[in-house]
C-alpha cells in the first residue's frame, strides 16, 4: 500500500515548456486534490476532482490544466510554464464521508521555472 | 467561505518546554478542523481533527488540541517538545456544509526546537 505518490520528485523548466505532474493514490478514493505551497502561504487549491472523470477549479487554477482518466490517477499539466509557478505541488486524496475524512498527502514535487 | 489564520509564523522552543500554536478561524457556518504537521522535505500528515463532541482533541505524538466556538479558535499544544518536532504545522478548516469539498489552510507555523 503506497498511498499517495507524485512524479517527478524534482523538475526544473525554461518558461514556456510545458510538462504533467502524475499524481497515483492507491486507496480507491473518490476525490482528489492538487495544491501547490509558496513560503507564508500555505496550501492553496487549484483543482480537485470528485470522481473519475470530473475536475473543478479550485482557488489559483490559471494556467493549469487537469484530467482524471481513471479513478487512481490525477495530472496536472503546466502548458506554458511562467516563474510564477515555480512552487512545491502537492496532490492529496480522500473519502468522503460528510467532509470530515482526512486528506492524505503525497510527498511532493519541486518545480523551479527559469 | 472560510479562512483561517495562523497568528505565529515562526515559533522557537527549547527541547522539552511546552508549546502552543495559535489558530483562528473565520466562517459563516459550522466547520471541521484539523491541524496538519510537515516534516522537512516531506507531505503533510494529520496530527488531530475536530468534527463535533468533546472541544479538547488528543492526537498523536503527544498533541492536543482544544476547540472553543465562541472566540472561533483552535490551539495546538504540546506539553514537553522533542527535536524531532522540528516541523511547519497547518491549521486547515472545512465547513460541514455537504456539497463543500475543499479545505482551507492557514499560512502555516514553524516550529524549531533546540537543544
Known sequence: NAGVTQTPKFRVLKTGQ????LCAQDMNH???YWYRQDPGMGLRLIHYSVG??????GEVPDGYNVSRLKKQNFLLGLESAAPSQT???FCASTHWRGGSDTQYFGPGTRLTVL | AQSVTQLDSQVPVFEEAPVELRCNYSSSVSVY????VQYPNQGLQLLLKYLSGST???GINGFE???NKSQTSFHLRKPSVHISDTAEYFCAVRSIISNDYKLSFGAGTTVTVRA
Open chain 1, 18 to 21: 510545458s510538462m504533467t505532474l
Open chain 1, 30 to 32: 473518490e476525490y482528489m
Open chain 1, 52 to 57: 473519475e472523470g470530473t475536475t473543478a477549479k
Open chain 1, 87 to 89: 512552487s512545491v505541488y
Open chain 2, 33 to 36: 478542523l484539523f491541524w496538519y
Open chain 2, 56 to 58: 479538547l482533541v488528543k
Open chain 2, 65 to 67: 488540541a482544544e476547540f
